[in-house]
């Protein structure tokens, strides 16, 4: 199978780290976005337009991409109609979510990640245009790239520790034709970085989709 991996905002490859060997069998690309493009980037399509640019050539099995990335990957797809059989979004908000879902790492997960984590953000973060970051604050729906494409859509999140809290999907504000196309899954212990704090069941997870047809 091949496949694409799109890290988010502020983050690196060093995000697949805990999960890499699983996927071992496939084609797998983890993108990186150059300096020069996030500097230069006033929108995500400005980035989009770089990856589809650079590996749209191709046809892809599916695309797996966290927060911002996983707005790219939608994109990839939807305005940009590249070829992908899954989209899979990790912790990407299409529009303002609720605050269930604003947050990093599990509190007991932030004396072992924490640090690690909020110097790769810091490291990262001063290489995106304040406009593209703004595009990911305040009043924003990419929702229609959901409805715009033909691939089959997944989205994954952390659970927050609270595995049975019945308003998880209400609290990402999304409308019920975007709802119908997403397949969810949640992955228990971890918030925005499942990849870090739960990786065996973020992988579970994925195979899982991946065996989908």
């Not at 805990?18 to 020069?36: A, G, K, S, V």
């Not at 212990?189 to 195979?207: G, Q, R, W």
Request: charged residues 30%; hydrophobic residues 35%; aromatic residues 12%.
């Amino acid at each position: 199978m091949r496949g694409l991996f799109l890290y988010g905002l502020g983050c690196t490859n060093e995000i697949w780290k805990e999960i890499e060997n699983e996927f071992l069998n496939m084609d797998i690309t983890y993108i990186e976005y150059p300096h020069e493009i996030r500097k230069e980037a006033k929108s995500i399509s400005d980035i989009t337009h770089w990856v589809f640019d650079k590996y749209g050539h191709q046809d892809y099995d599916f695309i797996v991409g966290h927060s911002l990335g996983g707005i790219i990957a939608l994109e990839l797809v939807s305005k940009f109609q590249m070829k992908s059989d899954k989209v899979i979004f990790i912790e990407s908000n299409l529009k303002p979510a609720g605050a269930f879902y604003r947050n990093l790492l599990m509190p007991k997960n932030m004396e072992e990640y924490g640090e690690k984590v909020t110097k790769m953000i810091k490291r990262e973060i001063v290489y995106y245009t304040s406009s593209l970051i703004e595009s990911l604050q305040g009043d924003f729906d990419y929702s229609g790239y959901v409805k715009d494409t033909e691939s089959k859509i997944f989205g994954i999140y952390g659970d927050r520790g609270v595995n049975n809290y019945t308003n998880r999907i209400i609290d990402l504000k999304l409308d019920d034709e975007t709802l119908s196309r997403i397949k969810f899954y949640f992955i228990e212990e971890s918030c925005h970085m499942p990849m870090i704090e739960n990786p065996s069941d973020l992988c579970l997870s994925i195979k899982d989709i991946l065996s989908e047809t």
